[in-house]
């Protein structure tokens, strides 16, 4: 066997052991993603058992819109806590015998004639309706979408 | 100059055949290797030694004497294992262990009939290496097909635990890669001194 020949047989001798061994890399890393998708997909149907995913909509009173959609919460939270937890902790209010009363959101307050408040969308109706209780109070559904507003306008909605 | 650069048994070859007693004394020597080694290992599992020597054995002195060795050195280590002990898995692995006592027998007679003169130590290496890695591969697939079909019932699943979760076979192969290029020629050129008779020894120092 001349030495030219040598060298590609030799070359060829490596690249095909190269190839075996990153082809049973690839198989060993493709198995580990399918078994670490299977667990994510598992684990997310473990916490739909024990949440709600809720859509959250905050309207300031210059009219930017924040959506929070999607927002995974633990069954029985009230839309204050949901708020919350949408919003990384960015949400103050007063406390009373009648509920919280949100006076800021995001940082931006309620001062003057502005104040924050809060609406549920009625699917069938197909229109926002205007929060009956304190934000403490509501208990979140599944798939609700809740809106707050910045307004001085009592009659305004999202 | 072939791959297998100084036997007894090649037929070629002006050396005095060893006697039958030092013959089976080395090959014996070697089983001993295997499982000495292959306890050592232990704590590295699919990184051993043995297969190495055996596929040594197979190219140094034919199938049989490599087959020997693997057998002996999986009755040994195979029942004495603190890992467990199954007949029919020992009965797999050692059936399947003279894969590299073959492959070193082909290696052998492909090295007696062609020219291999031209190769490098380097490129001798990449050849053992690569068969190695080959023989691996098909050690893996056949003992994996078999467990897979005795604890699962099942050849695929067996298959599919060779790399997951954890990459045994990807080890096994890239370890014996490793070793069947630095190990066998090592080995090859001790076996040509042992392999020596001792009056040759004796007269060419005497000289």
């Not at chain 1, 198989?27 to 998708?37: D, G, R």
């Not at chain 1, 473990?46 to 930017?64: A, C, F, M, P, R």
């Not at chain 2, 027998?105 to 290496?129: K, P």
Request: proline share 4%; glycine share 8%; aromatic share 12%.
């Amino acid at each position: 066997m001349s030495t030219g020949r040598n060298v590609w047989f030799i070359t060829s001798l490596v690249a095909v052991s190269a190839l075996v061994l990153t082809s049973a890399l690839s198989f060993h890393y493709y198995a580990q993603y399918v078994a670490a998708e299977k667990r994510y997909t598992d684990t997310l149907s473990s916490l739909n058992d024990v949440s709600y995913k809720v859509n959250i909509l905050v309207k300031y009173s210059n009219g930017t819109k924040s959506w929070y959609n999607q927002t995974i919460i633990p069954i029985g939270w009230s839309l204050f806590n949901a708020t919350s937890k949408a919003t990384g902790g960015k949400v103050e209010g007063s406390w009373s015998s009648f509920g919280v009363f949100v006076t800021s959101i995001n940082g931006v307050k309620g001062v003057g004639p502005d104040y924050w408040l809060w609406f549920t969308w009625d699917a069938s109706k197909k229109e926002w309706v205007s929060g009956p209780t304190g934000a403490d109070s509501h208990i979140m559904k599944q798939g609700e979408t809740v809106a707050w507003l910045l307004t001085a306008d009592w009659t305004a909605t999202p | 100059m072939k791959l297998v650069q100084q036997s007894s048994t090649e037929r070629d070859t002006n050396a005095k055949p060893i006697s039958t007693a030092r013959r089976t004394a080395l090959i014996a020597s070697l089983a001993a290797l295997c499982i000495g080694t292959n306890y050592a290992m232990l704590p590295l599992p699919n990184v051993k030694l043995m297969d190495a020597i055996v596929f040594t054995t197979g190219l140094f002195f034919g199938v049989v004497p490599g087959s020997a060795v693997a057998a002996i050195a999986w009755l040994v280590y195979g029942t004495l294992n603190p890992l467990g002990f199954s007949l029919p898995i020992l009965l797999t692995v050692i059936v399947s262990e003279t894969v590299y006592a073959g492959a070193g027998h082909l290696v052998r007679r492909t090295s007696a009939r062609s020219d291999m003169s031209s190769f490098t130590s380097l490129e001798r290496s990449i050849i053992f290496g690569a068969v190695g890695l080959f023989t691996t591969l098909a050690y893996d697939l056949i003992t994996n097909a078999v467990s897979g079909l005795l604890a699962y019932n099942s050849v695929w699943l067996g298959l599919l635990t060779m790399n997951v979760p954890i990459p045994l076979g990807i080890i096994h192969e890239a370890s014996n890669f490793v070793f069947f290029a630095t190990i066998t020629p090592v080995l090859l050129r001790l076996l040509a001194k042992g392999a020596v008779p001792i009056e040759m020894v004796t007269r060419v120092k005497t000289k």
